[in-house]
């Protein structure tokens, strides 16, 4: 993302409400079946509602919802979408304009999928393609600075990241700027917001997967693929924010798996304060030009725990920009954060995506790293590397022979592909084999001074506290 305005507001007292204007109100079928298909009695199911405006109430379990406009779920109302529920955005767009359809959330949005029925927020079956990976078919959820609160569980989220264009209710609201702007598949607007996004799958997008502009957030549990078209992220957080990201399998990000920073801080929005431990990220910054991706990003003086990852073809390790300029504006948190302790493997495989002689920046000439595998970009010597503070304890592949010492054995994934590939195989298995150096206890970190933020307290959302997962004594997502 380019260009983000900030606006906050006080938090509105949350009236729940379960009714919703009748024209609004989609029909339900008994079972979840695509409109017009036949279920197991051979009856043909009635075409699914059709919304747009404003909606609230409950979307029940198994029903088939076609959004044909911008829809908003309004201030001091809630929408339950109930497991099984498939949404269907309209890839028409709104207008002569054809403005990617916005799913806008000014009170509460509740997603409640299970391992079993998943919600679905997605487009016709028709378009769910290789081809339209990054199309940007449909905007995304933007969660307004008067919403309170959002879980998103057990729900995939595809085909987002639509352009952002004058009539966009993002630009008409400040989110976003018309004209530079890309929907995340989420986006967070309010500080005093208490968000929970977990086992739940963000895939193919064109912009970031999740972009917070505020709030107290758990992300935990989720996969992220095909993240970004030509940027992004899949988890970029500014200031006005305090997040625990953990335990998440973050492949393909365009730029990097985690963008850090305390941009636009101010008086009403305090600084960003995030501890990111325990994901697993694999081949990010491959896709995007010039020298910024590689996995973890952390600037704009963000207050970060990012400790116990196992990072996997990744072009470059964590990169700090303006370190050297300690208390600037610029420079991270250097003086309380912790970026140390990450696993860093490595494939063999040459990269299909390489970035090599001149470039132009800022009419600087600068010359590309022509960094082809991971290992070469651990071992590159980047201006961004914050050698004294930044990845001291860390396990890193920093030649061939080390990254074949190094491979973490995954159950079921190898690690000796092209790293810039970004299909995901549902099959894959992240968790390690017994034997695998990334269980090795003794190089993670597990000191009491970087506790999860909602480890304890947790975040009371619909009515539920959500606690962050514990600290785990091996890199990555999962152990053995």
């Not at 043909?44 to 829809?71: C, F, L, M, Y």
């Not at 505020?214 to 996969?223: L, R």
């Not at 992220?224 to 957080?237: H, K, L």
């Not at 995007?288 to 196992?310: C, H, P, Q, S, T």
Request: with cysteine; aromatic share 10%; hydrophobic share 35%.
């Amino acid at each position: 993302m380019k260009t983000k305005s900030i606006f906050v507001i006080a938090a509105a007292a949350m009236v729940f409400s379960l009714t919703s204007c009748e024209e609004n109100r989609p029909e339900v079928p008994d079972v979840p079946e695509t409109p017009g298909t036949t279920d197991t009695t051979g009856v043909e199911k009635p075409e699914a509602g059709e919304v747009s405006g404003e909606v609230s109430g409950v979307w029940e379990a198994g029903s088939v919802i076609n959004v044909t406009g911008h829809i908003v779920v309004p201030e001091g109302k809630s929408l339950t979408i109930e497991e099984g529920v498939t949404v269907i955005f309209s890839d028409a767009g709104v207008g002569v304009n054809h403005t990617a359809i916005e799913f806008s959330v000014d009170g509460s949005l509740y997603c409640l999928g299970t391992e079993e029925a998943p919600v679905l927020l997605t487009v016709a079956e028709e378009l769910r393609t290789p081809a339209n990976t990054f199309k940007g078919l449909w905007g995304g959820i933007v969660a307004g600075a008067a919403c309170e609160e959002m879980l998103i569980d057990h729900t995939i989220i595809e085909y987002c990241g639509g352009q952002v264009i004058e009539g966009s209710p993002a630009a008409e609201n400040g989110y976003y700027t018309a004209g530079d702007d890309a929907y995340p598949h989420i986006t967070t607007n309010n500080v005093d917001g208490r968000y929970v996004i977990t086992n739940s799958v963000l895939r193919n997008g064109w912009s970031d997967a999740i972009y917070m502009m505020g709030g107290n957030a758990i992300i935990a549990d989720n996969v992220f693929s095909a993240i970004g078209y030509d940027g992004a992220e899949a988890v970029n957080v500014k200031s006005g924010c305090t997040v625990d990201v953990a335990r998440n399998v973050m492949f393909s990000a365009n730029t990097n798996g985690l963008k850090l920073s305390s941009s636009d801080q101010s008086e009403v929005r305090h600084q960003a304060k995030i501890q990111a431990y325990n994901n697993t990220i694999i081949g990010s910054g491959w896709r995007r030009d010039g020298e910024k991706g590689g996995g973890i990003y952390v600037e704009e003086n963000a207050d970060a725990g990012v400790f116990n990852n196992l990072l996997v073809n990744c072009k470059f390790r964590a990169t700090t920009p303006a370190y050297e300029e300690e208390g600037s504006e610029d420079c991270y948190d250097r003086e309380h954060s912790m970026i140390d302790y990450n696993y860093y493997a490595s494939g063999t495989v040459e990269s299909s995506i390489v970035f090599s002689g001149e470039y132009e920046d800022d009419g600087e000439t600068l010359l590309y790293s022509g960094v082809k595998y991971a290992y070469e970009g651990y071992a590159f010597e980047h201006e961004w590397y914050d050698t004294e503070k930044v990845d001291v304890h860390s396990v890193m592949a920093r030649t061939k022979e080390e990254a074949e010492e190094l491979d973490p054995k995954f159950v079921n994934y190898d690690i000796n592909v092209d790293p810039a590939g970004y299909t995901f195989n549902d099959s894959w298995d992240f968790h390690l084999t017994a034997g695998s150096p990334a269980l090795d206890a003794s190089k993670t970190y597990t000191g009491g001074d970087r506790q999860p933020y909602f480890g304890t307290t947790g975040l009371e959302v619909n009515g539920k506290t959500y606690t962050s997962p514990a600290v785990g004594n091996w890199f990555g997502a999962f152990g053995a």
